[in-house]
């Protein structure tokens, strides 16, 4: 089953703004017999995902493309955040009450571009559309509204002071702090809830590409999920999986998904347990850069994980050593679980933010044990600060909006 859209459904050149886009677009999950079903959240586990629903129809508004380019300085290059396979992210400023303001009174967005040459395109751009424009939770980035005017295609997000936990974890700019270990746990947690929030309404949401660079961070290192072009509604009750092809970002995918194209609702919680030991380690799930045998950083730290010496030896350096090691061990096991070779095994996106929750209220005080100076992270800073992943689809790099923090967003 996957996301189905009315040919008729999308005016070609809407130029009028400050409108709702109710009744534009439409969302459907067919189940396989030609009927329809919609949305519908919840209601079972409101205290993991306070406030999180989905809206009967997008509320988005309507953008001209002189408003925006207007706000962007004409696409300035200095306003360029960043840049994905999508196109580039550009800051924005907007002088009205649409959105929430900043301390010089004008309301900060953030723009997202599609690139003419870019292979993602319109299909994309119609599923962030769609599955943002009625998602609402705290965890999720708020999608303002969006402009199509002849060829121009845009999205207009909320900012995000902090950037992209990427840049956070992997960035070499001496502006990137780095992140302390309560900081972590609430980005987790954070990111967690998002999942599970889409994983429990009645009709699943399989969102598909989740890595570090689609975890965004506001000025509080609140946690928002961004990026839901490759998003999919999940199987109907009487399937466990929707077939598809494969599209998404080496060394995040779930092996089923890779080897059959099988994508179960649980594809995504492998994703989260690659971003579990990145979260760790502060080493990127691919690098080649790495010595041979630790290119893959799933394969090479797996068999670290259960073993409380050895993971003192891969945990990030640059924590100096100021992490709980009973909470440590607690999310590598964790980590482990998510990592399960089969779908099946692996814990629920509920039962991972109950885990976490757990860990996060024992309130363990950080222990500082001696430094590795031998630590495999040593050389994380004589690498190449450029992300080279092996995509799975045309995206060359997924969404980059963010890796420029902090001056991202």
Known sequence: MGTCFSSSSVNHSPTTTGHSSSGIFSIE?????????????????DMLYPNGQILATPNLRIFSFAELKAATRNFRSDTVLGEGGFGKVYKGWLDDKSTSKNGSGSSVIAVKKLNPESMQ????????????????????????????????????????????LENHLFGRSSAVQTLPWDIRLKILIGAARALAFLHTSETQIIYRDFKASNILLDGSYNSKISDFGLAKMGPSASQSHVTTRVMGTYGYAAPEYVATGHLYVKSDVYGFGVVLVEMLTGLRALDTNRPSGQHNLIVWVKPLLSHRRKLKDILDSRLEGKYP???????AQLA?????????????????VETLERINSAKEKPKVPRINTTHPTAYRHSQPSLHHPSPLHPRQGGNRAYQQAPRAW
């Open 325 to 331: 090691s009973k909470a440590a061990a607690q999310i």
């Open 121 to 164: 395109g319109f299909q994309e751009w119609k599923s962030e559309v769609n599955f943002l424009g009625r998602l609402s939770h705290p965890n999720l980035v708020k999608l303002l509204g969006y402009c199509w005017e002849e060829r121009e295609l845009l999205l207009v997000y909320e900012f995000m002071q902090k950037g992209s």
């Open 29 to 45: 999950g067919s189940n396989g017999s030609g009927n329809s079903r919609f949305w519908s959240a919840s209601g079972g586990d």
């Open 336 to 352: 482990l679980a998510c990592l399960g070779p089969e779908q099946k095994t692996r814990p629920s996106m509920k039962e991972v």
